[in-house]
């Protein structure tokens, strides 16, 4: 098990492509750090880095105390898991788990008693002597898995692992991702595009956009408190509904105006003249409580059964409000909601939140 730590990385292709920009993040010993972005963002370039298949251009990359970008894959003891897992399709399930300690020279009843141990951690004893072919995806999955621990890793790399998966399935495997991670204790950076996989997997999740960090913090945090306009409008689903604004102040307070309406947000202390954007989750709206009231026509309703989304057009801007439960609420109805001074994020005019 090991630290990992990227400091002030970037890499710049032969072709003059920026991957990642100075990059500074860590991963602790034992964490599942998510990496998580739009396609084209630099996650899998970081991956190929620590990896060692990429040479570093500007920075370094630590594991514990040692500097390891002029160390070869193999002097790093990295293990990388790819979306395309390719399994040896003519070798039985324990040949491929085999496969990658003979070429380490392992001593041949160690190689038995690490491919026994691996598994029986994943569950695959039933499977030893089965060809790739026999298999369904998430044992597939779970084979590769295999290939990858076997070797016994300081970390582990996960390049969108379950991308392959059907929807069901990739739920599953995620599941059992998250328990294996827990009991064998590796380090783990695991890449995906999809914000809902990183929300439900990662200890901490690590946001990207352009080759650049946007923000690291625990999926609480990512949540409530998005450093920036990217991550708010990237975490969540429906994503947060975010409106040009403008602020001022009077004898009671911040006022903050959203088109024609304005919200009183006595509790806000920043300079209102720095504010440009508001930010409101689709269930920082409700229908009573106490708050500031906002009013929007209704353009169509979607019923879920545990939740209603109700689309409005709030002075020309598209908002998106989740309430729970079915609501009798019909297309051009004019509907007022309560908004609580908490559940509104400002943001300034380069985006970040204040
Ligand atoms: P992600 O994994 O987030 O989809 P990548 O790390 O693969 O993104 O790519 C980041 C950026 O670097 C993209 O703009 C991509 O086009 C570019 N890139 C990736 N690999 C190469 C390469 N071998 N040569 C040139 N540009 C590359």
Redesign the pocket.
Known sequence: MARVAFQHVTKR?P?G?V?VQAIDLDAADGELLVLV?P???????LLRLLAGLETVTEGEIRLDDRVVNDLSPQQRNVAMVFQDYALYPFMTVARNLAFPLEMRRMSAAAVRRRVAAVAAMLDLDAVLGRYPRELSGGQRQRVAMGRALVREPSVSLLDEPLSNLDAKLRIEVRAEIAALQRQIGTTMLY?THDQSEAMTLGHRIAV?AD?RLQQVATPTDLYERPANLFVAGFIGTPPMNLLPARADRDEHGMRLHLGGQTLALPGRTVDPGRVAHAGIRPEGFGLAGPGAVLRGRVAHVEYLGHETLIHLVMDAHPVVVRLPGGRPVQADESLSLVVAEEAVHLFDAGGLAL
């Not at 396609?39 to 370039?45: A, L, N, P, Q, V």
């Open positions: 292709y072709n492509h991957g972005g396609s084209g963002c630099g996650k899998s370039t890449v990207l080759g």
